[in-house]
């Protein structure tokens, strides 16, 4: 049958009934009785007026609606009155600007490349196409190569772009975080923009995620600001703002901006002394505890208030004036709008000018993001954070967090250069709480090495051939042997052949390192239902 959206021509015939109906014809409504909108639907689609993503949506609302008699004449009503419109995204797009790869919105997949013909791939898989979709992004994807090795080309933007179409037919949202000017789609691609740092910037970020919880807010601010310190336990500094945190929010209704919160954790007399008079004037005494205890913890040898006022520091600059705002007038972006909406939503950070910042704002979305999908109580839509680049982002906490993901119907891709620039006692736990690993030409033999293990063995057929040399009892087999032997110069022999079955790795940790062409991949895939795919050299599209 035709695809849905393309408008009919001359040459299109009528399907015969024994073809079946066509799926643009609506068969789903009609058996359900709602023949009217099946039939508004279905002139839309073969008037041109529908494409994919518009058929995908309206499919949606009405599996959204059927078996209910109120909500079916709603999804009946709202067809016949707007037709192609019907259910649109409350952005009004009904298409990203532009698609890069190739899209399949009904299964939500996108084409990332073919197996390769090579022997190290099954037969029956070489030359097949690979893709990716939500029920593989719901184990998470790690990606690790060199800069230049394709890895935001030909994986982070596809699969970006495939998120977005899936949130224009309201099954999805997708958070893509990456430096400034980076590959992540144009603007317009986006319903929200966060350009940290600019001050053209339409939006903002908010550093307490969106709660009204000191606790929780301090549990993921304080993974930003010093998750990746491994000397500093995070439950103590979060613990030292909590303490802060608490009382600030309790007397102003709000919690601290950045350069009120670094003054607090420095120390100020007169910050302190402020909102220890408040809190006595308004008889909050539980609140009042928590800032005497932080005032007994302050300058004691285990004290983490003092790394965390040089971590906050870093983001009191004046590059950052007019960001992080906390005010009555303040509209920030809370990350807890993820769950709740279909929203498409770019961070970009500022990497090159502010490169540390960048990186305890890329620990506390990660943070932030674990936490509002945790928290969500409506999981029907499928929520997925793309970090181009997790230099330096990834703590234990976070690795915990990505393991839960897949029972809350989220996921996450991560972009590494190296697992170098993960603590490297988490390397085993990072490969175990990824269900989907890529590796990029231009790998190092040790991290190979961990694939390798994680990868583990496989058994495999081994057919050894000796030559043996045979002794003749008589004498004119003996002169046959001696006539051949001046003859080829080798004595006779006889092959002796043995086949046995072996255990060898799927990828060694060379073969990782040095044989893999430009343009591939090797890419290792488990689905949310555990179905699971072994490594295979994947020839990447673009």
């Not at 299109?12 to 023949?35: F, I, K, N, V, Y």
């Not at 007994?296 to 983001?315: E, K, N, Y």
């Not at 990505?402 to 996450?412: D, K, M």
Request: glycine residues 10%.
């Amino acid at each position: 049958g035709r695809a849905p959206g393309r408008p009919q021509d001359a040459n299109d015939t009528a399907p015969a009934p024994a073809d079946g109906p066509l799926r643009a014809q609506w068969p789903e409504l009609r058996s359900a009785g709602s023949a009217d909108a099946a039939e508004a639907l279905t002139a839309a689609v073969y008037a041109g007026r529908m494409n994919d993503v518009d058929c995908v949506r309206v499919g949606h609302a009405w599996t959204g609606a059927r078996g209910r008699p109120d909500r079916t004449a709603s999804f009946t009503e709202t067809v016949l009155r707007k037709g192609a419109d019907a259910f649109l995204h409350p952005s009004g797009l009904r298409d990203v600007p532009r698609r890069t790869a190739t899209h399949d919105p009904l299964t939500g997949q996108v084409r990332i490349g073919e197996c390769a013909d090579d022997p190290r791939n099954p037969y029956p898989r070489r030359g097949s196409g690979l893709a990716l979709d939500p029920a593989s992004l719901g184990t998470s994807l790690l990606a690790v190569g060199p800069p230049g090795s394709g890895k935001t080309d030909r994986i982070v933007r596809p699969v970006v772009e495939a998120l977005a179409l899936r949130a224009l037919t309201g099954q999805a949202a997708v958070l893509a975080v990456g430096g400034a000017g980076g590959g992540l789609g144009p603007d317009d691609a986006y319903d929200v923009v966060i350009r940290i740092g600019d001050p053209a910037s339409l939006h903002d970020f908010d550093l307490y995620g969106g709660t009204t919880d000191p606790d929780e807010a301090a549990a993921a601010l304080a993974e930003g600001l010093a998750g990746d310190i491994p000397a500093l336990e995070t439950r103590r500094a979060a613990t030292a703002l909590g303490q802060l945190l608490g009382p600030f929010r309790t007397v102003h209704g709000r919690f601290p901006s950045v350069p009120e919160l670094r003054e607090l954790l420095e120390g100020s007399a007169a910050a302190l002394g402020a909102l220890r008079q408040a809190l006595e004037a308004g008889g909050h005494q539980a609140m009042l505890r928590e800032l005497e205890a932080r005032a007994r913890q302050a300058g004691g040898g285990a004290d983490p208030a003092a790394v965390l006022a040089d971590r906050i520091a870093t983001l009191d600059r004046p590059a950052f004036a007019g960001f992080f705002a906390t005010g009555e007038d303040a509209r920030p972006f809370s990350l807890r709008s993820l769950g709740r909406h279909p929203l498409r939503v770019r961070v970009d950070l500022p990497e090159r000018a502010h490169a540390e910042a960048s990186r305890i704002l890329a620990r506390l979305v990660l943070a932030q993001f674990n936490a509002v999908t945790a928290a969500r109580t409506d999981r029907s839509l499928f929520v997925c954070l793309v970090l181009d680049d997790a230099t330096h982002t990834v703590t234990a906490d976070t690795v915990r967090g990505i393991r839960r993901l897949r029972s809350v119907n989220a996921g996450a891709v991560l972009a590494l250069r190296t697992l170098d620039d993960v603590p490297e006692g988490l390397h085993t736990a990072l490969l175990g709480a990824f269900g989907c690993a890529m590796v990029f030409p231009g790998l190092t033999t040790w991290d190979g090495k961990r694939f390798a293990e994680a990868w583990g063995k496989e058994w495999v057929e081994v057919r050894e051939v000796a030559q043996h040399g045979v002794f003749a009892d008589q004498p004119l087999t003996r002169a046959l042997h001696s006539l051949r032997k001046m003859a080829t110069g080798k004595a006779v022999t006889t092959d002796a052949v043995t086949v046995r079955q072996v255990e060898r790795e799927r990828w060694s940790a060379s073969a990782l390192a040095y044989e893999l062409p430009h343009g591939h991949a090797v890419l290792s895939l488990t689905t949310v239902d555990g179905a699971h795919m072994p490594p295979l050299l994947v020839r990447l599209a673009g």
